[in-house]
């Protein structure tokens, strides 16, 4: 089981820390997603950690402002947002797979719930 935290409101220019922890698994194992998706749009990948050398991928929108990295001892992801801008509103949601980490949702089967994210002022 996946479940993101870290959501809310924030002012543009604000920062943000999301959190995707696992129960049931260990997550140095997977590959990790991060994706968004606001409404009237399709989910986008914002960026990914390969399970192999911890490499990332982040998506142009956000490559920056936002870093995405690992704690094993808390088997927890982290998606450290910066300088958000009100197009950074969305639903954020956290998948793993056991493959290679990719920026396409539909190769990750796994996914959490997801938290919502409002940049406003």
């Known amino acids: 089981q996946l479940v993101e935290s870290g959501g809310g409101l924030v002012q543009p220019g604000g920062s943000l820390r999301l959190s995707c922890a696992a129960s049931?698994?260990?997550?140095?194992?997977?590959?990790i997603g991060w994706f968004r998706q606001a409404p009237g749009k399709e989910r986008e990948g914002v960026s990914c950690?390969?399970?192999?050398?911890?490499?990332?991928t982040y998506a142009d929108s956000v490559k920056g402002r936002f870093t995405i990295s690992r704690d094993n001892a808390k088997n927890t992801v982290y998606l450290q947002m910066n300088s958000l801008k009100p197009e950074d509103t969305a639903v954020y949601y956290c998948?793993?797979?056991?493959?290679?980490?990719?920026?396409?949702?539909?190769?990750?089967?796994?996914w959490g719930q997801g938290t919502q994210v409002t940049v406003s002022s």
């Open positions: 950690i390969s399970s192999s050398d911890d490499s990332t």
């Open positions: 049931g698994f260990t997550l140095d194992r997977y590959a």
């Open positions: 998948a793993a797979d056991p493959g290679i980490a990719t920026m396409n949702p539909f190769l990750y089967a796994g």
